[in-house]
């Protein structure tokens, strides 16, 4: 079980953000999420990607790491961020709708972009 707040900055690196999620309760510490932003160039907007390992989902951590990612493309000035998301992928797409993001099915590349304008 994750006992308290784990997140730590992994990397900077220039257009991108990176989180890992490490748990505190383990020996040694285990990486068992990854959140990323990475920027698009010339424009004020970011394409996100989480991931939560196997053992570690369904627990929330999903939620606040995608949330948390929003609340650093505020703070980077973004204007949008947003992510393509298989439309299979029902736990993606529920987080994404619940963080407050629209979800619409993008046709040519048959799959769903998940936006959400920040300011
Ligand atoms: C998608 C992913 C990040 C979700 O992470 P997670 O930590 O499990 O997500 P959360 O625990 O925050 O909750 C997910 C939501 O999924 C749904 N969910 C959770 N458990 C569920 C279950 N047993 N049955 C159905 N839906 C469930 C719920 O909507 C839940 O929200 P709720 O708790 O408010 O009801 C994770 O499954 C993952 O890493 N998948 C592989 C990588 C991926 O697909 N990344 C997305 C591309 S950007």
């Known amino acids: 079980m994750i006992s308290r707040d784990f997140l ?13 999620l490490e748990s505190d309760t383990m020996k040694e510490p ?6 990323r932003l990475v920027k698009r160039h010339g424009v004020p907007e970011a394409e996100f ?5 196997d053992r570690f989902q369904r627990q929330g951590l999903g939620t606040r790491l995608l ?39 993008d046709r040519p590349e048959t799959v769903m972009r998940a936006e959400l304008k920040l300011w």
């Open 67 to 105: 949330q948390l990612l929003v609340d650093i493309g505020r703070q980077e000035g973004l204007q949008r961020i947003f992510g393509l998301i298989l439309p299979e992928n029902f736990n993606m797409l529920q987080i994404a709708k619940k963080v407050g993001f629209t979800l619409t099915f």
């Open 49 to 53: 990607a989480i991931e939560i390992s």
């Open 8 to 20: 730590s900055v992994a990397n900077n690196l220039g257009d991108s953000v990176a989180f890992n």
């Open 30 to 35: 285990e990486i068992i999420g990854v959140g």
